[in-house]
C-alpha cells in the first residue's frame, strides 16, 4: 500500500501511466481511439495500479476535518467557486472552461495564474480529474486532513462506471473546491455536476450517513443509483471520498 508521504515523490514517468486510464474524469467517455480505458499504457490493466491511486478506506483518519485557516489566495479560490454557483458556463477573464467538474476546478483556481493541467505531457484522451490530480501531486500536497483550506482540491473515486464495465473500479472520476468547514466536520464544497453548478456537503466521520436523526445533512449523494450497480456500490460524498489537495499557500 503507498503511504499518503509517498505521493510527491513519484516519477513524471510513472505519473503519466498512472493517470492515462483517468484523464476524463467527470468529462463524457470517448472511446475513438479504439483504446478502452481498462488498460493502461504498455497494456497493463487498470485494476493492477489502482492500489497506488485508491488508499484503502482505513488510511483516511476519522478525525478530518477542522478548517485551518486560510490565506489570501486560498480565501480568494473558495470565493471564487461560490460565485460560479448556479452559472451555465465558467469563464475567467474571458477564458472559457469546459463545463464539467475539471472545468470548474481549473476555472477557479485559473483566476489565481494557475493552470490544473499544466505541469503534464499532453496525454492521449483530453482533459480531466486525473490530470488535474497529477498537477497537485506534482506541485502540492495530496492528504487526508484532519485540516482542509479554503480553496482546496476535493477528489472522488467511483462517481460513475467510467470504464463500462459494470464493476467499480473507477479511481479519480470526480473533483470539486472546497468552501468551509462545518463544526462538525461536514466539508461543504462546490462542484459541477449533471443539474449545474452546486454545493455539497460531505463528513469522513461517518461516510455512511445521508442525513442525521435531526436533518441534517452529512453527505450528499454524489453518484446515481442504477438498476444494474454491483452490491458493492456506495453513493455517498463520505464514501466515494478520495484524498483533498492543496496547491497554494
Known amino acids: 500500500m503507498t503511504s499518503p508521504g509517498a505521493y510527491p515523490t513519484m516519477t513524471l514517468s510513472l505519473l503519466v501511466v498512472l493517470l492515462a486510464a483517468t484523464l476524463q474524469g467527470c468529462a463524457t467517455a470517448d472511446f475513438s481511439s479504439g483504446v478502452r480505458p481498462e488498460t493502461l499504457a504498455g497494456g497493463m490493466p487498470v485494476n493492477e495500479v489502482n492500489a497506488s491511486i485508491v488508499p484503502v478506506r482505513v488510511t483516511r483518519g476519522r478525525t478530518c476535518c477542522a478548517m485551518a485557516v486560510g490565506t489570501h489566495r486560498q480565501e480568494a479560490l473558495a470565493r471564487t467557486a461560490i460565485g460560479f454557483l448556479g452559472r451555465s458556463r465558467i469563464a475567467v477573464d474571458g477564458r472559457r472552461f469546459t463545463f464539467d467538474c475539471a472545468g470548474l476546478a481549473r476555472g477557479v483556481y485559473f ?85 449545474g453548478i452546486q454545493r455539497f456537503r460531505m463528513n469522513v466521520r461517518a461516510p455512511d450517513t445521508h442525513r442525521t436523526s435531526d436533518g441534517r445533512v452529512l ?31
Open 111 to 195: 483566476s489565481q495564474g494557475v493552470d490544473l493541467y499544466d505541469g503534464l505531457r499532453e496525454l492521449k484522451g483530453g482533459n480531466g480529474v486525473g490530470r488535474i490530480y497529477g498537477h497537485v501531486m506534482q506541485h502540492g500536497r495530496i492528504h487526508y486532513g484532519p485540516t482542509v483550506h479554503p480553496g482546496d482540491l476535493v477528489f472522488f473515486h467511483n462517481t460513475w462506471d467510467f470504464n463500462g464495465d459494470g464493476l467499480v473500479n473507477d479511481p479519480l472520476t470526480h473533483v470539486g473546491v472546497v468552501e468551509r468547514v462545518e463544526n462538525n466536520g461536514t466539508v461543504v464544497f462546490v462542484s459541477r455536476v449533471s443539474r
Open 219 to 249: 453527505n450528499d449523494f454524489m453518484r446515481r443509483k442504477g438498476s444494474r450497480d454491483p452490491q458493492a456500490t456506495q453513493y455517498l460524498t463520505g464514501q466515494l471520498f478520495a484524498a483533498f489537495g492543496t496547491l497554494l499557500r
